[in-house]
């Protein structure tokens, strides 16, 4: 009897180990979901990620002691809880991964030459300047921005003091940039976030009965863009020292309209402080610029702002019809719906307006010529649409801008980078191709640099017998690999 009791209780420390090592015992009900850790998973995890107990209170707004009482506030922390227990690939492997997700991943394939996103990872940042190093180029043109300041491992005082420490040192508008990959500035992922959270302030009330909900739960303002110093974290410390720093800022999800104009007060505030250094011209040399964009309004002052101080301002025109579209009439009502991608009214104002995607799919492009909602096939806001040479270019030469490297890339003229897609059809016949088949034009090849990375299965021999910079082999290997479920 007494063997059987132990063999039960021997069981039970082993799924509580594997339960609270990978997964949970527990749920305490908050306005996010939080994880309740047992003493051995988190002593366990702890050997993995040393700084879990600091990571743990700086995450989880609003509890007391949380890593004393073994509390993670899942939604922010869930992601390095998860990667503190997989094997990560090294910043070789990582680079290898770059290469092999290329034209599966929506950028070969679809005629994309240059990104610009956020890096989240020393491996991944390493990663990419190796493939620089060691072969002398990427897949594709790459600039980035940082963000590390947010990352749960991050000690807070570092936070604090992560760009007012190191400085700002990306590009000009006068530099000359790395032909592979170049540093933006300083992100802010998740300030104003996210879609159906836009920072509206005052811009639109919400619905009767809704107004404390809205403006206080559902809005995301974070305080320090706010001047709300006392109940700023050491994040948002963290990105007002780096504007005081001179900092470029990108990458803040710019959602909603107040959040450019509070944006702006913290921004003139700096200056007021140092009026010799931060000029007006200065700050429009910097192009400060934003993320989505899906409710960006088209409010006087805050056009005449974003025209002041050369903000671009980037919109996701789709993400907005497939998100916000169901949001505003729970929440607003239909005067919400003015503020929905407003990308026509913008440009024609003088604001520099860009696609989010920056460079992505003919889809996309077509998205901003019809703005039919890609499930129900609605039309919203027929007056914003743009003709499909300006959907074009704001894919193309706006986002190389936004990248300060409108001298080398965005388009093809003589001195710049050689990189552009072949199609199969004439973009800009609209009978051979109306607005609502812009994105079935089928790439036929991509070329980055003057060399062939990639083409098309359907493309004429022609083009397949040309020599591509990783060969023909990789790319055919690398599909297969795909197509089996295999890793390549």
């Not at 070789?92 to 394939?109: D, H, L, M, P, R």
């Not at 190796?130 to 072969?135: G, I, P, Q």
């Amino acid at each position: 009897m007494n063997k059987q009791i132990n063999k039960i209780i021997a069981r039970s420390i082993v799924l509580v180990v594997v339960t609270m090592v990978f997964g949970t015992v527990g749920q305490v009900s908050a306005a996010h979901r939080v994880d309740m850790v047992n003493t051995v998973g988190w002593e366990r995890t702890k050997e993995k990620w040393p700084t879990l107990e600091m990571a743990a209170d700086k995450m989880s707004y609003g509890m007391q002691n949380a890593a004393a009482r073994g509390l993670l506030k899942a939604s922010p922390i869930t992601n390095e809880l998860t990667l503190s227990w997989i094997d990560q690939p090294n910043p070789y492997q990582f680079g290898e991964g770059v290469k092999s997700t290329a034209f599966t991943s929506g950028i070969w394939n679809t005629g994309t030459t240059q990104i610009s996103t956020r890096l989240d990872t020393p491996k991944q940042t390493t990663g990419y300047y190796d493939l620089a190093r060691y072969e002398g180029r990427l897949p594709y043109r790459f600039s980035w921005n940082m963000w590390q300041h947010a990352l749960p491992s991050i000690d807070p005082e570092v936070a604090k003091a992560l760009y007012a420490t190191i400085g700002y040192m990306g590009v000009g508008p006068e530099s000359v940039i790395d032909p592979w990959i170049w540093f933006l500035g300083a992100g802010s992922e998740g300030d104003g976030d996210s879609v159906t959270r836009a920072c509206l302030g005052p811009d639109i009330p919400a619905l009767p009965g809704k107004e404390d909900f809205v403006k206080n739960e559902l809005e995301q303002c974070p305080a320090w863009i706010k001047g709300d110093y006392e109940n700023m974290e050491a994040s948002g410390e963290g990105m007002l020292n780096a504007l005081i720093g001179g900092w470029r800022f990108v990458g803040m999800h710019g959602i909603g309209s107040h959040l450019i104009r509070l944006f702006v007060e913290r921004m003139e505030e700096v200056m007021a402080k140092n009026p010799d250094y931060m000029t007006v011209e200065r700050m429009r040399e910097l192009r400060h610029g934003f993320s989505h964009g899906t409710m960006l309004g088209k409010v006087p002052d805050m056009v005449d702002l974003a025209i002041k101080y050369n903000l671009y301002l980037p919109i996701d025109v789709e993400r907005s019809l497939t998100d916000e579209t169901e949001a505003i009439p729970e929440f607003y009502g239909p005067e919400g719906f003015e503020f929905l991608s407003p990308v026509k009214s913008l440009i024609d104002a003088g604001v520099k307006v860009l696609s989010d995607t920056g460079g992505g799919s003919l889809h996309d492009v077509e998205v901003f010529v019809t703005r039919i909602h890609p499930q129900t096939g609605e039309v919203f806001n027929p007056e914003e649409r743009v003709d499909r040479v300006t959907s074009f270019k704001l894919h193309s030469i706006r986002p190389a801008e936004f990248a300060f490297a409108e001298k080398v890339t965005g388009s093809l003229e003589v001195g710049k980078y050689a990189d552009f897609m072949v199609i199969d059809k004439d973009f800009l016949d609209p009978v051979e191709v109306p607005d609502t088949e812009i994105g079935e034009i089928d790439v036929f090849m991509t070329v980055i640099g003057g060399a062939t990375v990639w083409t098309n299965e359907t493309a004429p021999n022609i083009f397949k017998q040309l020599p591509h910079v990783y060969g023909r082999e990789f790319e055919l290997h690398r599909k297969a690999s795909y197509q089996l479920g295999s890793t390549p």
